[in-house]
């Protein structure tokens, strides 16, 4: 499968979630079961030499991708949610939005020190959550071997805000 | 593996989100890669004469069980989202909370008219989400296959709402 038929899949969808703005939704690629393998499996080709201890998913469609590929891999999944979510003792980042700014966490015992640990979200715009995840699995002394976007919006540029870490995205 | 392991591998949080409540903590369950795998297994051989055409997930924790079946079964992935969070077209329904109440929504094309469709969900409590969740796959005419959790609450007796519909979980 070449990666035009995956980009075909996504659907653009106008105006949402507010005026001008042009959302990439990517249901079309979860309900079709040979993309979505295909995703998952272009993941998956690039850590067969470096296998990772935990794959770290950002909630919510971080979820999707990266327990799929935790799977596929044969590691951990490691939940990075949204304040308040997680049950026990945590470890948390903030990050600003357009307007205000949001928190996310993972528990204090998600990762052991020097784990190696993938970064899975589906979407690179400006890299904010990104960046507090990764600052997050740093807290925990983790070993951050790659981040992994499904799409990204080059045009924001959010990719120079992780520089040092291995940045992939499979649609720019 | 047994299901004493998986069990004991959940870890209870006290007083979490609330004074009184015993909060069922999955993230050990996530973090360790055979408990995981094994999780996921057991989900799948149940569904080895039934090939489903999709899992659906219901957001979050639905997300994380729900994508690594679609990946071991080879079917397509739906999710199942808050209100507002899906950019197309939506079906709803509103279930109730302890106060108040709450809104899910699938895209109008996430299913098919008579595909056969697996419900993903971490836990079954009261039932409400699981509910919402089956009226709206029934809006689409999907074939609801089967109902599945990870851990079921009995005492709060759920299944009991789910009633016509093979309704499983792991961990009683």
Do not use: W
């Amino acid at each position: 499968m070449s990666l035009t038929t995956i980009k075909a899949a996504i659907r653009d969808i106008p105006d949402f979630p507010k005026p001008g703005i042009i959302y990439k939704d990517i249901t079309p690629l979860l309900k079709d079961p040979a993309i979505f393998a295909e995703i998952i499996e272009i993941l998956s080709e690039r850590y067969c030499n470096t296998r990772p201890d935990y794959i770290a998913g950002i909630e919510s469609r971080g979820f999707i991708f990266g327990a799929a590929l935790a799977l596929k891999l044969g590691c951990g999944f490691i939940p990075v949610r949204k304040a308040g979510k997680l049950p026990y003792k945590t470890v948390s980042e903030s990050y600003q939005l357009e307007y205000g700014s949001a928190e996310i966490e993972v528990h204090v015992d998600a990762v052991e020190k020097n784990a190696k640990v993938i970064l899975v979200d589906d979407l690179l715009a400006t890299g904010g959550t990104a960046v507090a995840a990764v600052k997050l699995l740093k807290q925990l002394n983790a070993d951050i071997i790659g981040v992994e976007f499904i799409i990204e919006l080059a045009f924001l540029n959010g990719r120079s805000r992780l520089d040092g870490y291995t940045v992939n995205s499979l649609i720019t």
